[in-house]
């Protein structure tokens, strides 16, 4: 029995111990909870130091951040740029052959596309047929030209001999005349009377007419102008018909659609056999030259100058890293040259920040082969100089 009662006496011994020092720990936290409610009690220091660390490192890691970027501008309002050069053809026919396909790559003077051209080969023959007659004509024209320079003269010299002799024989029948009206009537005959009357008169005719005729064939000059005149109207037909044997050609020529540049095919809307109208847009090749348009906002062009350098991050490609340099900055805002320009003088004015165009073009970091799209967004960084 007095084992079990000193074990019963241990038990209690502990007890004891455990609700004292429960008690201890209980007055602890009553006393903490009473000092943290008195009036003056400072916090401990090492919030406030560990705050204040983090402070100056948020600060100095914002004015690296400014001192490494405060010649750097930016802008997400960018696009890649190109040539998209529109075919269309300049005659009307049926599509014979066709070279090209959806997005392939075509060569500069490659064939694209042809179209009938046995309508346009006939014109052109008949139009060389127009030209070889007017060049006939003006070749007759030129040979009379010189006929005409010799015969001209010769007609006025002859008309003027032919006055000559017509003054020459007047004066015969004048003689003769006066010779039977002066004789005595005894020494004549009436019929000799009569026939010198009409000598003279005859006489007097001839020469009336030679002088006509002088008059008419002293006209060379004029005359010979004429024909120049003749001539040069031949020469003009001539010149008109070779026209249109130009015209002809060309014709027939664009009837052979061939690439203008390097670049590939886009927005095909012709196939084998389409009637083509003259004019009607039937693609678009867009050329291997590609640049970036940036539309910066007005306050980011203060220091901007052409020659600036530029990176250039392409959203489509990460790993992509582009550079090049500032080329030209468009004189206008793009609200200027759009379809509709704002009208600031009418209404209530509200300052909107404009954007402008700015053009980078590409220096390098684009790998062979490898194309940008026209229209993929970009991220210029422009590193200014000033």
């Not at 309002?77 to 396909?101: E, F, H, L, R």
């Not at 600031?344 to 004015?349: D, E, V």
């Amino acid at each position: 029995m007095s084992d079990r009662d000193d074990s019963d006496t241990q038990d209690d011994e502990r007890e004891d111990e455990r609700a004292s020092s429960h008690g201890d720990a209980a007055d602890k936290d009553k006393d903490a909870k009473d000092d943290e409610k008195k009036p003056g009690k400072k916090p401990g220091k090492k919030p406030l130091i560990i705050l204040g660390i983090v402070v100056v490192v948020l600060a100095i890691g914002a004015f690296v951040w400014w001192f490494l970027t405060r010649n750097q501008v930016s802008t997400d309002d960018a696009y890649t740029d190109g040539d998209a050069v529109t075919i269309a053809p300049k005659v009307s026919g049926y599509v014979v052959t066709m070279n090209i396909d959806d997005n392939r790559f075509v060569h500069q003077g490659d064939l694209l596309i042809k179209i009938d051209p046995r309508d346009y080969q006939a014109q052109l023959d008949q139009a060389s047929a127009q030209l070889g007659l007017a060049q006939a004509q003006l070749h007759a024209s030129e040979t009379q030209l010189e006929v005409a320079r010799v015969q001209y003269p010769a007609q006025l010299a002859q008309a003027q001999a032919q006055e000559l002799t017509a003054r020459a024989n007047l004066v015969q029948a004048s003689a003769a005349y006066e010779r039977q009206h002066s004789v005595d009537i005894r020494a004549t005959s009436q019929q000799n009377i009569d026939t010198a009357d009409a000598q003279q008169k005859s006489a007097q005719a001839n020469v009336a007419q030679a002088r006509a005729q002088v008059r008419t064939a002293s006209l060379v000059p004029q005359q010979i102008a004429q024909v120049l005149a003749t001539v040069e109207e031949r020469r003009q037909q001539g010149r008109q018909a070779q026209a249109q044997v130009e015209a002809a050609r060309l014709n027939l020529s664009y009837t052979e659609l061939r690439a203008p540049a390097d670049g590939w095919i886009t927005k095909r809307n012709v196939q084998f056999g389409t009637f083509l109208q003259a004019g009607t847009s039937i693609l678009t090749l867009v050329t291997t030259r590609v640049w970036v348009t940036a539309n910066f906002k007005e306050s980011q062009l203060d220091r901007m100058q052409p020659g600036d350098k530029v990176d250039i991050d392409v959203d489509a490609y990460p790993a992509m890293k582009l550079h090049g340099h500032v080329d030209s900055v468009q004189l206008g805002s793009g609200s200027r040259f759009s379809a509709f320009p704002a009208e600031n003088a009418t209404g209530n004015f509200v300052k909107i920040v404009q954007r402008v165009p700015v053009k980078i073009l590409i220096d390098d970091g684009l790998k062979p082969g490898t194309s940008l799209p026209l229209g993929l967004s970009v991220v210029p960084t422009v590193m200014l100089r000033h």
